[in-house]
């Protein structure tokens, strides 16, 4: 192990909204310090359709951010900590992918391409490929050899080949400029470290087995005759992603000269493979074996360690993926996740508030109410009697993510009457996102994976202490929160500091690193028969949703 004296590294985490980057020290986690860029393309509502559900980031967003918030780190943290900069490493949404050249120049950085979405990422939320993803079911469940295995049984709209195969279908340009198709997590590394041959990217165990269905049994994806029978137009594609792939503790490269310059970096700095923000977030979150760590920001993605031997070869169904090496290498990840968590809340707020929005538009200052809402809902929300006869919600406001992906699904609200007012429909909808993490529970503990305890981390977790109260109460499971404000950013960090041989794994990076939990939230006894009662209702309605 080298030594620990002077020595830090950079996390940067790509988020929804915004990318973040943190300097940290590898000797016992001090934030050393931190920058934030908004994505001003995204900001703006350039590329997107909400109607449609197409959700594309300009790849430039993602470029400016990498520069201004690593540039505006070192700064701050000066000079002798900025010629100590040992590694860094990403992590970023997913699955959001991107069309590229053989050189794995996303097309949208080319002039004919520069506007047109579908030479874009294709942010995680983007549901554009219902259709494809039905298609890729329907034609799996033909074949003797089980090729959905390791994404729990079921291909969703939101991964990586359904979004390509869309892609190819509805742009014919796009499809004749494409040679290869790239995971937002794979093509930073290989922008910092100078790639110019996507045949040469170094792509990311924990992308390609959760969202690109590669597994060692058919060395890398499945074989091309699946693909090709598939639609013609993914003929040969198969073989032009790499393998092996490699998980985050290893080295993608050296930075290349033109970024140490940029950013003025010494020039021997690691990059890390990059990984999923939940992923490197559950390990910045201390995340342990049987303890379901979630990330609670606009969805959820919910992860799971499991020391191989345990599985004996067992394949949990209704979840997003099952990949040895994902999360902590050397054992097995296990992702599930809710399509809208954050998101639901916000909608809510947003739908309230329109008349608000429509002044502000029309330069009223109304910021402070309208940042005041949820706080205020939640308050309220919390004094309210729980009666069995309450308003009910499904949380499908984005679709379903686990158990079963399905993202043509729709939420839905019940037992709405005169006296439904703002707090009571607000309260159907937290006990709903609450409903839908104990199905995720459910559906590891119906299948013989034990949940020994819940780790909470990100913006939801960390804001509202009434959501996290139901939270337990509903799930019946004690809730610890993770101190650290940027769990996804400290875990790229502890990446980072294995990659450059500080410390010898990533268990070792959590126990020097890890900043500890500041609250748990334990089940209250008086409201347990109730929410098991609203539960049976919430299947019962979500049921009767599905069948419409």
Not at 117 to 141: G, R, S
Not at 533 to 544: E, N, S, T
Request: net charge negative; hydrophobic share 40%.
């Amino acid at each position: 192990m080298k030594t620990l004296q002077a020595a830090y590294v950079i996390g940067v985490d790509y988020g929804t909204d915004s990318v973040r980057a943190v300097i940290t020290g590898t000797k016992n986690g001090e934030e050393m310090a931190t920058a934030v860029f908004e994505y001003p393309r995204w900001k703006r509502g350039e590329f997107c359709d909400r109607s449609q559900n197409r959700f594309r980031q300009h790849p430039l967003d993602y470029i400016e951010g990498l520069e201004v918030t690593i540039k505006e780190c070192l700064d701050k943290a000066g000079e002798n900590i900025r010629k100590n900069i040992k590694a860094i490493s990403v992590d970023t949404t997913g699955s959001t992918p991107v069309a590229v050249n053989k050189k794995g120049t996303p097309l949208a950085l080319l002039e004919e391409f520069e506007n047109n979405p579908n030479a874009m990422f294709v942010l995680w939320k983007d549901h554009t490929a219902i259709q494809e993803a039905a298609a890729i079911n329907f034609h799996a469940a033909g074949y003797a050899i089980d090729y959905l295995q390791y994404v729990g049984g079921i291909y969703s709209s939101e991964w990586f080949w359904a979004k390509w195969l869309h892609i190819l279908r509805e742009d014919e340009a796009v499809r004749n400029a494409c040679y290869s198709f790239v995971e937002h997590c794979d093509w930073i590394p290989f922008l910092l470290t100078g790639g110019t041959d996507v045949t040469q990217m170094k792509r990311s165990a924990c992308a390609a087995g959760h969202k690109a269905l590669f597994a060692d049994e058919w060395n890398g994806a499945p074989p091309g005759d699946f693909f090709s029978t598939l639609d013609p137009l993914l003929r040969g594609l198969r073989d032009r992603l790499p393998f092996p792939v490699f998980t985050s503790d290893k080295a993608a490269g050296i930075i290349a000269e033109e970024w140490a310059n940029k950013l003025h970096l010494p020039k021997d700095v690691i990059i890390g493979v990059g990984a999923f923000d939940a992923h490197m977030g559950a390990v910045g979150g201390q995340i342990e074996p049987y303890h379901l760590s979630k990330v609670m920001g606009t969805s959820t993605c919910d992860m799971l360690v499991v020391p191989r031997q345990d599985l004996q070869g067992k394949m949990i169904r209704g979840i997003c993926g099952q990949v040895n090496g994902s999360i902590i290498p050397g054992m097995t990840g296990l992702e599930a996740g809710q399509s809208a968590f954050g998101d639901a809340y916000a909608w809510f707020k947003n739908l309230i508030t329109w008349p608000m929005q429509d002044l502000a538009k029309q330069g009223y200052d109304v910021e402070g109410i309208y940042h005041s809402v949820i706080p205020g809902l939640s308050k309220k929300a919390a004094e309210l009697p729980l009666t069995e006869h309450d308003e009910l919600a499904v949380d499908w406001f984005n679709g379903r993510r686990t158990p079963g992906a399905n993202q043509s699904l729709k939420g839905s609200i019940t037992g709405i009457s005169l006296g439904s007012d703002a707090p009571r429909l607000f309260k159907a909808i937290v006990e709903a996102t609450c409903f839908g993490a104990r199905a995720i529970i459910e559906c590891f503990t119906g299948q013989g994976i034990p949940i020994k305890g819940l780790i909470g981390m990100g913006g939801v977790a960390k804001k509202s202490p009434y959501i996290m109260q139901v939270m337990a109460d509903v799930t019946g499971i004690p809730l610890r929160i993770h101190r650290s404000e940027q769990t996804c950013a400290a875990g790229a960090a502890m990446f980072a500091a294995v990659t450059a041989g500080i410390y010898p794994n990533v268990e070792a990076a959590m126990n020097n690193m890890g900043q500890g939990f500041e609250k748990t939230y334990y089940p209250g006894n008086k409201n347990q028969d109730i929410y098991n009662d609203r539960y049976i209702k919430y299947k019962k309605l979500g049921a009767f949703t599905e069948q419409l």
